[in-house]
């Protein structure tokens, strides 16, 4: 339906359908946010109040049964995203899948396998394909600065050693835990540039002390291609002044980053929204260093930050997919298929103490 809106309804209303899908949905003109469901609003916690003009379903099935519902997007724990995702297929509904995409690739094929049945578009929100700095980052190694890239490192640490709050992120559910929750997003950045490595060597376990649950709380994995080696890491006991995000090696340079994407901040404890002033924009005390050979010596330069396409730009290009351009799909499904298989390798390297072939 080139030229149309698409209703999107969104099924559950935790932190990720406010801050991480709400406020790009509402960016894009092609989406009209038009319905949540909700099972319990609470008085300070109710999306019929915050959202005046949607509908407000209770149940999903009542959310699926509504013919006007276009695009349907899921946001709930890991282990229930096959059976929603799924549903909403059947129902003839395009899908969001929120990472991670499922805790099986198993499952992760059977919805790409339903979605093609059904004639309907399925993708998985791996927002931090537009971080800034990445994208950054991306455009070294795309127009050669840094040379062959030899050596990859990907951060995403913090220092939280107290056992987590009571949320469905600190339990040992089935599609939880660090390599699944930050390790997705960091490995989802390699294979975007990289494509699939030909070997697994995943270190997964616990950097806390008290760990009641079992949970996965952090994770290293290396993803070995034929010249180089892709370092992933997400640990929970990082006591730094400033957390290094990125660390590239190429034959002709490297690019060394510390600091976060400011965009989750800004969302969260700013209250800023995209299409306000300084969203997306990092500060030049967060710019990245490169060195590079000049005259036959190294020097160091700073690096700054490209100018911010923000997490809209996922929507956008949904929004392209969905009137006809396929090539514009923000994250192909195979390819979110493939991260699950390397998570699975990775958790099984650890437990085996060895290194796997994909």
């Known amino acids: 339906m080139p030229g149309a809106k698409y209703n999107v309804g969104i099924i559950g209303y935790g932190l990720s359908a406010k801050t991480f899908h709400i406020p790009f949905i509402n960016a894009v003109e092609d989406f009209h946010l038009y319905a949540i469901v909700q099972r319990t609003p609470k008085p300070n916690d109710d999306a019929s109040k915050d959202h005046p003009n949607i509908k407000l379903y209770h149940s999903t099935d009542d959310l699926l049964k509504d013919g006007n519902v276009h695009v349907v997007v899921v946001t709930t724990a890991p282990n229930s995203h096959l059976e929603l995702a799924k549903a909403a297929m059947l129902a003839k509904k395009h899908v969001v899948v929120e990472k991670p995409f499922t805790p099986t690739s198993a499952e992760a094929q059977e919805l790409v396998d339903v979605a093609k049945a059904q004639g309907v578009l399925i993708t998985v929100y791996q927002n931090r394909r537009w971080d800034s700095d990445f994208l950054t980052l991306k ?9 062959r890239i030899v050596e990859f490192e990907t951060h995403f640490d913090r220092h939280r050693p107290e056992p987590q709050v009571d949320t469905w992120k600190a339990h040992n559910i089935p599609g939880n ?14 294979i975007h540039l990289f494509g699939m490595p030909q070997r697994v060597t995943g270190f997964v376990g616990s950097q806390r002390e008290s760990n009641p649950t079992g949970l996965e709380d952090s994770c290293t994995v290396l993803l070995h291609y034929p010249q180089m080696l892709a370092t992933v890491k997400a640990g929970v006991v990082s006591p730094e002044v400033k957390q ?8 002709n340079g490297s690019f060394k980053k510390f600091h976060l994407d400011p965009q989750e901040d800004q969302l969260r404890k700013q209250g800023l929204k995209p299409g306000d002033k300084g969203y997306g924009l990092e500060p030049e005390e967060a710019y990245g260093t490169l060195n590079l050979s000049k005259d036959g010596k190294f020097v160091s330069e700073v690096a700054p930050t490209v100018k911010p396409a923000t997490y809209v730009e996922y929507y956008r290009r949904l929004a392209a997919a969905l009137n006809g351009d396929a090539s514009q799909i923000p994250v192909p499904p195979e390819q979110a298929v493939g991260l699950i298989r390397l998570v699975e390798l990775a958790r099984e390297s650890s437990k085996l103490g060895k290194t796997l072939d994909v």
């Open 139 to 147: 455009k070294y190694v795309e127009d050669g600065t840094l040379g």
């Open 177 to 190: 835990g660090a390599v699944y929750d930050l390790g997705t997003h960091l490995m989802d950045q390699v």
């Open 244 to 251: 290094l995000r990125y660390w590239v090696r190429g034959v």
